[in-house]
Each structure stands twice: as structure tokens, then as C-alpha cells.
Antibody
Framework: DVQLVESGGGLVQPGGSLRLSCAASGFTFNTYWMHWVRQAPGKGLGWVSRSDTDGTSISYADSVRGRFTVSRDNAKSTMYLQMNSLRAEDTAMYYC????????WGQGTLVTVSS | EIVMTQSPGTLSVSPGERATLSCRASQSVSGKVVWYQQKPGQAPRLLIFGASTRATGFPARFSGSGSGTEFTLTITSLQSEDFALYYCQQYDNWPYSFGQGTKLEIK
């Protein structure tokens, strides 16, 4: 099956760190840009980051730049989101999205930042 | 950053009727607009790409149009499964940006 599966979410204290993973299957991962999008509970969607096909060109939203780092391992068909210095406002469902036509989304992984 | 503004915030329409959802960009996005449908507890689902190309799995009653800064999603003959949240998004300039969403509810 063609799918994206996120993992790694959970409850973390403010200032803490978390690493999310996005495992891809059923398509040629290394030919697609990949993205992270988040959605706070009951709120709208917001772009977090994007990565080119080999992880050499990565862009971040202003709200996460300097705190979040995206990487990808094409051999494992997996993308990662390292989140440091987490804040309450980072609480959200985090989705990975296949680039191109944005036609494939994972089911999301929930990150809760709270003391 | 390009701001995408959707209207209305909530749209109440009767089944079988037509719904028209609008999305305005703060500057031209060259037709690089996507529409998503989102239902409770689910990830967004691609509906329209490139302003007017319907995604696989959606019937012909869904259509997208527009260019420059004004875009429209039209749903004719609404079915019960169409009542959901709809978001537009531009991918012309980074950071990509979403509208705040239109909730399509049953009247």
C-alpha cells in the first residue's frame, strides 16, 4: 500500500525535545519532496517544513526555525522531525505529507507540550 | 507571507443544493492552489490540485476554478458525505499557507 505512517508523538514538558518519524511505503520515496504540517486541537492547518528529495534543501516556518530540524534517510524511506525547546503552542497533530501534488498524508502523530 | 482568506467561515446548505466556497490570496499565486476536505478525526484529503484538477476518488460534482488571487470550490447536488471542513492552500511561495477553513454544514 502507498502510505505514510508517523510516530514518536507524546507528552513532553515545555523546553523538552521529541523526535517524530514518518515512514513511507509503496512509492519511490527518494523522488519526492516531503513536508511536515501541523494542526493544533480544534484549529486550522499550518506548514512546518519542507525537504527536497535528498535533504539538502530544507525550509522552515518562522515559528519553528532554529528549534526544529528536518532530516531524511532515503535508504530507510523515512523522514524525521527533531523538535527541541518545545513550547505549549507547539501542541498539535503533526502530519507528514508527500510533495508534488500533496496527495498523500499520514494519519498524524499527536504532540502535547504541557507541564 | 501570503495570506489565504476563506469565506464564509460556515456555510449552511441543504442536501441536493449547491455550495460555493471562496478563497482569496493576498497576492497572486499563479493558480498554485490546493483544496482539501477534512472530516472529524481524519487527516485532510486532497480534493483539488492546481486550482481545478480534481483528485482521484472525488466525483464530478466537485469542481475548482480561479486564477491570480480569487479561487472557488463548487460542490453541486450536495450529498450527506460532503458536509465537512474545507481548506484552501497556496504552494506558489514559501512558506506555503492555508486558509482558515470553511465549515460546510447541513441546513
Amino acid at each position: 500500500d502507498v502510505q505514510l505512517v508517523e510516530s514518536g508523538g507524546g507528552l513532553v514538558q515545555p523546553g523538552g525535545s521529541l523526535r517524530l518519524s514518518c515512514a513511507a511505503s509503496g512509492f519511490t520515496f527518494n523522488t519526492y519532496w516531503m513536508h511536515w504540517v501541523r494542526q493544533a486541537p480544534g484549529k486550522g492547518l499550518g506548514w512546518v517544513s519542507r525537504s527536497d528529495t535528498d535533504g539538502t534543501s530544507i525550509s522552515y516556518a518562522d515559528s519553528v526555525r532554529g528549534r526544529f530540524t528536518v532530516s531524511r534517510d532515503n535508504a530507510k524511506s523515512t523522514m524525521y522531525l527533531q523538535m527541541n525547546s518545545l513550547r505549549a503552542e507547539d501542541t498539535a497533530m503533526y502530519y507528514c505529507v508527500r510533495g508534488g501534488s500533496f496527495d498523500l498524508w499520514g494519519q498524524g502523530t499527536l504532540v502535547t507540550v504541557s507541564s | 507571507e501570503i495570506v489565504m482568506t476563506q469565506s464564509p467561515g460556515t456555510l449552511s446548505v441543504s442536501p441536493g443544493e449547491r455550495a460555493t466556497l471562496s478563497c482569496r490570496a493576498s497576492q497572486s499565486v499563479s493558480g498554485k492552489v490546493v483544496w482539501y476536505q477534512q472530516k472529524p478525526g481524519q487527516a485532510p484529503r486532497l480534493l483539488i490540485f492546481g486550482a481545478s484538477t480534481r483528485a482521484t476518488g472525488f466525483p464530478a460534482r466537485f469542481s475548482g476554478s480561479g486564477s491570480g488571487t480569487e479561487f472557488t470550490l463548487t460542490i453541486t447536488s450536495l450529498q450527506s458525505e460532503d458536509f465537512a471542513l474545507y481548506y484552501c492552500q497556496q504552494y506558489d511561495n514559501w512558506p506555503y499557507s492555508f486558509g482558515q477553513g470553511t465549515k460546510l454544514e447541513i441546513k
